[in-house]
């Protein structure tokens, strides 16, 4: 029902999703496309997707408009470039506002460290 509407949208989605690295990001979508192509009920147009890895995390059959969503980004080539391999969230308010979030977690330092740990275990050692 929605899926014309989100392909419009995907590539301001797609470089929202890039730029999500550094920023979280909003970018804001025409409430008369989304009232015209859906039943105008308000509260539908409230939801979360999470993505991880390039698949959906999280429960969005209650959203007509979420589930349409996933399915333009997961059918996409170049998204699927884009989310693989990381974690997103991905939210629209009542105010036609959607959010891209990042939400990788950043590499932990203390792998680095126990690395150097075992690296200096196994030198040989001079006696």
Known sequence: MYNHIWKKYLPFINIHLKKSATEDQVLILNR??????????????????????GRVSNVISGSPLAMNLASVLLEDDNTKKIIKDKMYEISLNTRFQLSTKNITPAAEEADGKEVLREEEVTEPAIL
């Open 32 to 53: 008369v496309d989304f009232e015209r192509a859906g039943t105008g009920r308000k509260a539908g147009y409230k939801f979360t997707i999470q993505l991880t890895n």
